[in-house]
Every structure is written in structure tokens, then in C-alpha cells.
Nanobody, 128 residues
Framework: QVQLVESGGGLVQAGGSLRLACTAS????????GGWFRQALGKERELVAA????????YYADSVKGRFTISRANAQKTVYLHMNRLKPEDTAVYYC?????????????????????WGQGTQVTVSS
């Protein structure tokens, strides 16, 4: 069983920055793609960013391109989401997830249904 622990959420003013971290309780995370999703109140969960095992292929939602950066440190079994120029519409619960299908290790999925393990979520609130 893989456990994912997120940290770094909080309250920030519009234009500010936050860094989310997701650390896995596994022997190794290096073979598996990871992703960050978010769910705002009353809305469906959506992909924010995804990263392959090596960190050289990344996907971003159009709404965060140029502002957010996903990265990973395999030695630390951690996936990060660096969020800059935050907007009130970025307010949501953010979840990290890991896809445990090694066949997708090079090309991360953009579909939440293909991720097997999820963190508990961390609240990000951006005030205007």
C-alpha cells in the first residue's frame, strides 16, 4: 500500500506563491508518473499537472501554464508543485496522485481514473 502525504497548502494573497510537496511511503517512486489534481467547491476534480518518471515530460492544464511548475526528486520520493502568480480561481483542495502502471511511466496520464494512489488533499486558498 502506497501512502502519499501532501504539505505546503495554505492561505496566500493573489499574486503570491506556494510550493506543494507530496512524499510517498514506498521504497522507490522513481518508476512511476505523478500528478497534481484539484477540486474547487462545487466543481469536478481536474488535472493541474502531470510528470513522467524521469521528469522530462510534463503536462499542464491551460489555466496554469506559465504559472505552475511540476517537478520531482526521486531520491526523496517527492513530487512538487510550484505555484506562482496565484489567482483566486486557483482556490481548491489539491491532491497528489501516483499512477502505479509502469507502462505509462514515460508518458503520464491526464486522467484521474488512471491514478492508483491519492493523498489526503491540502487546501489552497487565494484571497483577492
Amino acid at each position: 500500500q502506497v501512502q502519499l502525504v501532501e504539505s505546503g497548502g495554505g492561505l496566500v494573497q493573489a499574486g503570491g506563491s506556494l510550493r506543494l510537496a507530496c512524499t510517498a511511503s514506498v521504497r522507490s517512486l522513481s518508476s512511476y508518473p505523478g500528478g497534481w489534481f484539484r477540486q474547487a467547491l462545487g466543481k469536478e476534480r481536474e488535472l493541474v499537472a502531470a510528470i513522467n518518471w524521469r521528469g522530462d515530460r510534463k503536462y499542464y492544464a491551460d489555466s496554469v501554464k506559465g504559472r505552475f511548475t511540476i517537478s520531482r526528486a526521486n531520491a526523496q520520493k517527492t513530487v512538487y508543485l510550484h505555484m506562482n502568480r496565484l489567482k483566486p480561481e486557483d482556490t481548491a483542495v489539491y491532491y497528489c496522485a501516483v499512477d502505479w502502471d509502469i507502462r505509462r511511466s514515460a508518458d503520464p496520464s491526464q486522467y484521474g481514473s488512471e491514478y492508483d494512489y491519492w493523498g489526503q488533499g491540502t487546501q489552497v486558498t487565494v484571497s483577492s
